[in-house]
C-alpha cells in the first residue's frame, strides 16, 4: 500500500516562511508549468515520474510537495503515488492545487519572476 499524507495551503506558506527544506512538484504537462507555478516549484508531469524522478528528485527522504491544477485534477494523486511507490517516504499532496493558491491572492512564478 502506498502512503503520503495531504498538506493544505497553510502549511505550505508557513513551509515556505520558515524556510523549511521541501520540494514542490508541479504534475502538470510543462506548458503549465510554463504558464505559472508554485514559488521554487520544478515540473515533473506524473508521466514522467517512473522515468525522471530518480534523477529530478535524488533525495528519496526529503519533503515532496505534489500539487496540479485542482481538487479535479487527478495528476497530483497519480504522482504522489508513484513516488511512494518508488520508495519516498516523504510525500504530501496539495489537492486543491494552484487553482486554490491562486484564489488565496498568493503569487506564482513564471520565468523566474513573481506574477
Known amino acids: 500500500m502506498t502512503t ?4 493544505h495551503r497553510d502549511d505550505i506558506q508557513a513551509h515556505l516562511k520558515a524556510g523549511t527544506a521541501l520540494k514542490l512538484v508541479e ?5 503549465y508549468y510554463r504558464d505559472g507555478h508554485l514559488p521554487g ?4 508531469d506524473h508521466d514522467e515520474i517512473p522515468t525522471a524522478a530518480e534523477t529530478r528528485l ?4 526529503a519533503f515532496i510537495v505534489v ?3 485542482s481538487a479535479a485534477c487527478q495528476n497530483s494523486r497519480m504522482a504522489a503515488t508513484a513516488l511512494a511507490n518508488l520508495g519516498y517516504s516523504n510525500v504530501a499532496e496539495y489537492v486543491e492545487g494552484k487553482q486554490d ?4 491572492g498568493l503569487p506564482l512564478e513564471r520565468d ?4
Open 112 to 115: 523566474g519572476e513573481t506574477v
Open 4 to 7: 503520503f499524507r495531504r498538506i
Open 41 to 44: 516549484a520544478i515540473a515533473l
Open 101 to 104: 493558491w491562486v484564489a488565496a
Open 58 to 61: 535524488p533525495d528519496k527522504k
Open 67 to 69: 500539487y496540479c491544477a
Open 27 to 31: 504534475a502538470l504537462p510543462e506548458k
